[in-house]
């Protein structure tokens, strides 16, 4: 492995940035091709062409992720590549060049060639690119008498000189088209007409000279200068922004191209994460082909991440997602990508109409219009145009009535047919709006605190060679970027007449060009004061005392990616310039002009404390635990890669700001931003209209591509500036998305489906599904076509048809009532489906556990039969709710030509179970969802089933991750196991409460007969038909099956007092739907389903369900099982109730009871449930009925409870209980009948749940 060389100096950003280089490259030729251009197009070989490009920056990913990142794009329907050249990467001291690893962009070019696309190189050399000093080397800046970006020759000789050096080296690699190379096309500078006027008749010139530079290096490929409009010819002028469809060459001799069409937007720190809806971005498209547009470029297409010090300043990111069609991790955001490959089809479609004429508008009303290319007298092709922002319209067009939705364009590739429209978006969408988001099936991998050592940086001086100067210094000048650090220190000595007023109390006033800085004053860390990406100065005002003697002001001034944008952007400076104290009177002291002493850098660079082969150096300290919420601390720790070969994350949201080493490379975090919400894409955007992730910080998840750690021991440096808990720290891998469509039957076709001189379109609108490469569809979790209700993750519907549906690498769905029947004639349909996709990967070494682990489980009574016993394994990755399969063949007794099958239990959205059968024969893997092959496999943590051939299953839970076993054919499995370790005197009294009232109101018509009967027949003979014997029982296994504790509870964002299902429930690892909600809905829908199944045997295990169901319900009305994320529920909040130190968690489960039945009835719980009892009856009898209903006739609702549950815990549990507070009387009697009615409340919700499930009337479906 190649690290960076010496020129490249350690470099922070406003959190974790990453660096590390790779090599290598491959390639192959094609034919040569000559490129010109005129008025419609760009001309290849003779032909004109439409093209759609995207911009991909090569060092913004590795290049082992490059061919995959280029063939996703290709499959999005792209025929270009475009990317900048970032010459201070390439050139980091003059005259020595670097083209390594992430760097090598020949290697980047031949890849894309490999591809078969073309190329766009933006040489520039200015790129901008939110890149540190918009792609200049810093040693320019040092120059004698340069001038940036005018007409200056010490800059021009330098230019001048790198550009050919770029184009040598292309020519050199015969990678130009006309030496059968990808490059069709090449820019000079770059935006440089948004801000020309600022360098007046410099600036006019200077643009004459780029182009006739640019033009004498006979690439024999068009130049290209963006946002010129004074471009001199044959330099083509081209358009950059939002929306290019007004935009109109300086020539008619040129074509109208698009070289930056902005997919979202960039990320500064401290900021939302801004977004562009997929309808506005293929608006603006389709907008421009239809004016006659025929080169667009996605800016980006693939944005990546901001590795090392590559992000420009001031505070750009570490992620350079952009809300790209392909996202940070190389994964499709979807429906961005599929609904623009589908407009890229439609778009082609036309393409021989588009070339063959200029467009002709025809007017079809306010905000609406048409334009027509005319292939022939009597062919053509339309695009169909609704401008307006708010209203929908009907238009007639060749005697046709089309629909418009507001703020869209349909494609019409015949005049007549519509093949695409840009606001209906059917396509498949991922569920979650990133990568890694709960939403998706991660797993996290923690750091284990244990291993981790650190070394505590001094502060101010470190070293003798600091130096002195008489007033502050400006920080680039200062450092030479070879830091993001400088250190300002003055010594202030208190006594008589040397401050004003003579006081000790003071206020110390910073001024700063910017980014960010640390206020230690005698060591001691004061303040913190940062800027923004719009303005990075900022101000700090702190209170200080000052001790008599010596006193020691220590300012670390920290530098957050060098300037790379505007008018004289290189000269912008950085740092403190202004520093004052005040006293009370407000009479001031301006330190700005005393003596300072300036030491540039950090103490742990210069020890070089990121270098691998100092990780057992002497100077870093072990122990137990590192040291938490400490400023100016580096820690260290050695792990192992987590399993798999996707891109990892870094979890860093315990962490405040500093640095992340992996090996060579360092990463970066940030702070929080506002609210906001959904979008309507209709009418103008702009990067402040979409925002997400509001209220939250910038950035906690840092992309660290796989290739950066290796099988064995990884190290992983970092560096605390503001203080942060390395030990929650974790490496998050993704196994599982969840995928989605919605289509209508009066949704267009597939666009490519469409063939010329059809007289009708036949064919059907299709849902289409597909993973990603390399994963499966291994559930459909929801299928309804009729009306389905809702949105992707919150479907719901009755007309199920998931047993129509059958995926596993990827289906096509038409929406025909031939496939999929009429459920409701005359009716309007749709069909919406939900699956899941797997990453299916297991390493051996998992293999071999899991093999070990299966064997110690084999279950008495289990005699093998036919062939013997023949295991195998299902690896299920550690999901609650929707789990997936993969089958290992691991015994030879499993003879070569035979099938086997192994099935478990996936869920959908919260109520629907579903399973799914996988099947291996001659050692292939297949998946089957038909009917016949599904079997019943309820969570437990040792399940048998029996399948309808009979044989008989064993099913063991390893801490989340199932094992399957099958062995013989055995009939003896369908009797329910006695259960052991049932009863509990610990149990706590809220649960005894909960039961107690549900059994003892049964006789009052609370519970049917139909669910007593249950009830007693479920439950073992030691319970008597009591659930209040076995309450205790799923407190108890908790700990002995770990995947089940996070079920008892549902924790809730800090303060907000909501509770969301989506976005709340799931377990600490991330694991959507493992909470007590989504365990309500998961056991309740066990209970219903098989209780009511004709087969006998599949009754076997609903005593765990019952029981689990039961607890569950009581655990969702206690109001801190439903508190807040930051004190686990109140279990972290210690208090003392009366005298008793406890925690707030236990005194709402425990102790406001135990000291109800103490103090008013007479020490017996009984007569407090009498009371609860009688309560119901007469106090809360007019609210019985409200409680007992859930909305829209479902089974049961969870969520209504855990928003009670949540709100109550705000109004009661928390207020007045602060860590450390003595809770007594006032706490205790005005909670008390918030106690009672919610334990009312439970008991009676949990029979009007378990009369629905065990109804004699009720139907599966109705479920």
Not at 302 to 321: C, I, M, Q
Not at 851 to 880: D, T
Request: one cysteine or more.
């Amino acid at each position: 492995m190649n690290l960076v060389p010496s020129a490249f100096p350690p470099k922070s950003s406003f959190g974790y940035l990453v660096w590390i280089i790779i090599q290598g490259y491959f390639t192959e030729k094609v034919l040569s091709a000559t490129v010109t251009y005129d008025h419609r197009a760009l001309v290849i070989d003779g032909k004109r062409r439409i093209l759609q490009s995207g911009s991909i920056h090569y060092p913004r990913s590795t290049p082992e992720v490059w061919p995959e990142i280029i063939k996703k794009s290709k499959e999005g329907g792209l025929d270009v590549i475009e990317t900048y050249v970032f010459w201070n990467y390439h050139e980091p001291v003059k005259g020595q060049y670097y083209f390594e690893g992430r760097f090598d962009l020949v290697r980047f070019v031949k890849t894309v060639q490999e591809a078969g696309l073309l190329v766009h190189l933006r040489i520039g050399p200015y790129a901008c690119a939110e890149w540190n000093y918009g792609g200049f080397p810093i040693w320019l800046h040092f120059i004698p008498g340069i001038q940036f970006r005018t007409t200056n020759a010490p800059f021009k000789i330098e230019m001048k000189q790198f550009l050919a050096k770029i184009v040598e080296m292309m020519k050199k690699e015969h990678l130009f088209a006309s030496q059968g190379g990808p490059i069709i096309l090449a820019q000079v500078e770059n935006e440089y007409g948004n801000i020309e006027g600022s360098y007046g008749v410099g600036g006019e010139l200077y643009v004459k000279w780029a182009a006739e530079t640019a033009v004498s290096l006979n690439t024999s490929v068009p130049w290209v200068m963006c946002v010129q409009d004074d471009a001199p010819d044959p330099i083509i002028n081209t358009c950059n922004g939002f929306y290019c469809d007004r935009f109109t060459p300086n020539s008619p001799s040129k074509p109208k191209m698009w070289t930056e069409n902005y997919s979202g937007w960039f990320l500064g720190f401290g900021n939302p994460i801004p977004f562009r809806p997929v309808e506005d971005l293929a608006f603006a498209v389709a907008r421009f082909f239809e004016t006659g547009g025929t080169f667009q470029n996605y800016y980006m297409y693939f944005g990546g991440t901001n590795f090392g010090r590559t992000a420009g300043g001031p505070l750009v990111a570490t992620s350079y997602d952009y809300d790209a069609p392909i996202d940070e991790y190389g994964f499709l955001r979807q429906p961005k990508w599929g609904h623009l490959r589908d407009l890229h089809k439609a778009i082609k479609q036309c393409e021989e109409h588009m070339i063959s004429s200029n467009p002709t508008q025809v007017q079809l009303g306010k905000n609406l219009e048409a334009h027509v290319y005319y292939k022939s007298s009597n062919e053509c092709a339309a695009f169909l145009a609704n401008y307006g922002s708010s209203l929908d319209a009907n238009v007639t067009f060749n005697g046709n009535i089309y629909f418009l939705p507001a703020w869209s364009v349909s494609i019409l590739p015949d005049c007549k047919n519509v093949i695409f429209n840009t606001a209906k978006v059917v396509s498949q969408r991922t569920l979650g709006d990133s990568s890694f988001s709960a939403t998706t099936s991660v797993n996290d991998f923690i750091l284990e605190p244990s291993s981790w050592s650190w070394y505590k940086e001094r502060v101010g001086i470190w070293s003798n060679n600091s130096f002195m100067n008489s007033g502050l210094l400006e920080q680039i000048t200062t450092t030479k970027d070879t830091s993001d650090y400088l250190w300002y220190t003055i010594s202030i000595n208190v006594k008589e007449n040397n401050i004003p007023g003579q006081e000790k109390e003071l206020f110390l006033h910073i001024e700063s060009l910017g980014h960010a800085a640390l206020v230690f004053v005698n060591k001691r860390l004061v303040g913190f004061g940062y800027g923004n990406h719009e303005d990075a100065s900022f101000i700090l005002d702190e209170k200080i005392t000052l001790n008599h003697g010596n006193n020691t002001i220590d300012l670390l001034s920290m530098m957050i990616g060098v300037q790379n944008y505007g008018p004289w952007f290189d000269v912008a400076g950085a740092g403190i310039f202004y520093v004052a104290l005040r006293d009370l009177k407000n009479d001031t002291n301006d330190l700005s002009f005393e003596e300072w002493i300036y030491q540039v850098g950090l103490e742990g660079e210069d020890l070089d404390l990121d270098n691998i082969n100092l990780a057992n150096s002497s100077l870093w300290t072990t122990g137990a635990a590192p040291p938490v919420n400490q400023s100016l601390i580096w820690y260290k720790v050695a792990f192992l890669a987590p399993e798999g070969k996707g891109p990892l994350a870094l979890n860093l949201a315990s962490m405040g700001k500093g640095q992340a080493w992996i090996l060579a490379a360092f990463l970066s975090p940030s702070s929080g931003c506002t609210n906001g919400s959904d979008c309507d894409y209709r009418g103008a955007y702009d990067p402040s209209k979409c925002l997400k992730n509001c209220g939250q910080p910038a950035q906690t998840l840092y992309h660290i591509p796989r290739t950066w750690v290796h099988i064995g021991e990884n190290l992983l440096v970092l560096h605390e500036e503001l203080g942060g808990d390395p030990s929650k720290i974790s490496l998050r891998t993704k196994t599982g998305q969840e995928i989605c469509a919605h289509v209508s039957e009066t949704d267009p076709p597939p666009a490519d489906s469409w063939k010329p001189n059809s007289e009708f379109i036949s064919q059907n609108p299709e849902v289409q599904l597909t993973c990603e490469r390399g994963w499966h569809i291994t559930s459909i979790n929801f299928a309804s076509f009729g009306t389905p209700i809702g949105k992707c993750g919150t479907f719901f519907g009755s007309l199920q048809c998931r047993h129509l549906i059958n995926c596993s690498a990827g289906c096509s769905i038409p929406i025909s009532t031939a496939t999929l029947g009429d459920p409701c004639p005359g009716v309007l349909k749709c069909l919406a489906v939900e699956a899941l996709c797997i990453n299916i990967h297991i390493s051996s070494r998992n293999k071999q556990y899991l093999s070990n682990m299966l064997a110690a489980f084999h279950e008495p009574g289990l005699e093998p039969g036919g062939g013997g016993y023949a295991p195998f394994l299902c690896n299920v990755s550690a999901r609650f709710s929707a789990v997936a399969a993969t089958l290992i063949r691991t015994s030879s007794s499993l003879s070569s030509g035979s099938a086997t099958s192994c099935s478990l239990r996936t869920s959908g959205p919260p109520g629907v179970v579903i399973t799914t059968a996988f099947i291996i024969k001659d050692s292939t893997l297949s998946f089957s969802t038909e009917e016949e092959d599904r079997l019943h496999l309820l969570v437990r943590s040792r399940t048998h089933v029996i399948d309808s051939n009979g044989w008989a299953w064993t099913m063991v839970d390893l801490e989340g991750a199932w094992v399957s076993a099958i062995g013989a054919r055995n009939s003896g499995l369908g009797q329910r196991r006695p259960l052991r370790n049932l009863q509990d005197s610990r149990a706590s009294f809220w649960f005894k409460n909960v039961f107690e009232v549900l059994m003892k109101i049964k006789d009052g018509g609370f519970l049917s007969k139909d669910a007593l009967a249950a009830v007693k027949e479920l439950l073992p003979a030691s319970a008597a038909g009591d659930l209040a014997e076995v309450c205790s029982w799923p407190d108890e296994i908790r700990y002995h099956l770990r995947w089940s504790s996070a079920l008892h509870y549902v924790d809730t964002p800090d303060f907000l007092c909501n509770y969301k299902y989506c976005r709340d429930c799931h377990d600490p690892a991330g694991h959507k739907d493992r909470c007590v909600t989504g365990a309500i809905y998961n056991y309740t829908m066990q209970l219903f389903s098989a209780y009511h199944d004709s087969i006998s045997e599949s009754k076997y295990n609903l005593t765990e369900a019952l029981m689990f169901l039961a607890h569950f319900i009581g655990d969702v009305h206690q109001p801190l099982h439903v508190g807040f994320t930051g004190d686990a529920g109140g279990n972290t909040i210690i208090v003392r109730w009366y005298r008793r130190k406890t925690n707030l968690h236990h005194v709402w489960d425990n102790m406001i009871i135990e000291s109800a039945v103490k103090t008013f009835y007479s020490k017996d719980l009984a007569i407090m449930i009498k009371a609860i009892e009688s309560n119901i009856t007469d106090g809360w009898s007019n609210d019985i009925s409200e409680w007992q209903i859930c909305a829209n006739n479902q089974t049961v609702c969870p969520n209504e409870y855990a928003s009670e549950s949540i709100s109550l815990a705000c109004k009661y549990a928390y207020r007045n209980a602060t860590p450390g507070s003595t809770l007594t009387d006032d706490y205790f009697l005005s909670r008390l009948p918030v106690v009672e009615k919610r334990i009312a409340q439970s008991g009676v919700r949990l029979a009007a749940t378990l009369n629905r499930v065990f109804s004699s009337e009720a139907k599966i479906a109705e479920a």
